[in-house]
């Protein structure tokens, strides 16, 4: 059973950087898909940046490519996201979420795709 535990959120100023963390704490298998979610305030659900376990390949939303990195420790059963040169606009609570099933590019940003999520991580951005 996939359990998933957010952490690393918090406040900063524009320009500023932050890292999130997202632990699987019931899974041992290293492949599947694993990533991030954000939703602001009086927006829908997008999808950030998600990584396949096993090879290591990765999409990005294109409003954070450039400035989000995202990457894993299959050692800790952890994947990180590094979000740099963050914006107001990032204001979000992240999610992380993961899924067994491939994802392609026409794919990976739908939640619908994606059965197991964390309880989210708080990001605020100020100007």
């Known amino acids: 059973q996939v359990q998933l535990v957010e952490s690393g959120g918090g406040s900063v100023q524009a320009g500023g950087s932050l890292r999130l963390s997202c632990v699987d704490s019931?899974?041992?298998?290293?492949?599947?898909?694993m990533g991030w979610f954000r939703q602001g305030p009086g927006k829908e659900r997008e999808g950030v940046a998600v990584?396949?376990?096993?090879?290591?390949?990765?999409y990005y939303a294109d409003s954070v490519k450039g400035r989000y990195t995202i990457s894993k420790d299959n050692a800790k059963n952890t994947v990180y996201l590094q979000m740099n040169s963050l914006k107001p606009e990032d204001t979000a609570m992240y999610y992380c979420?993961?899924?067994?099933?491939?994802?392609?590019?026409?794919?990976?940003?739908?939640?619908?795709?994606?059965?197991?999520w964390g309880q989210g991580t708080q990001v605020t951005v100020s100007s």
């Open positions: 019931g899974y041992r298998y290293s492949n599947y898909y």
């Open positions: 979420a993961a899924d067994f099933g491939p994802k392609y590019g026409s794919t990976w940003y739908l939640g619908s795709e994606y059965n197991y």
């Open positions: 990584i396949y376990t096993g090879l290591g390949s990765t």
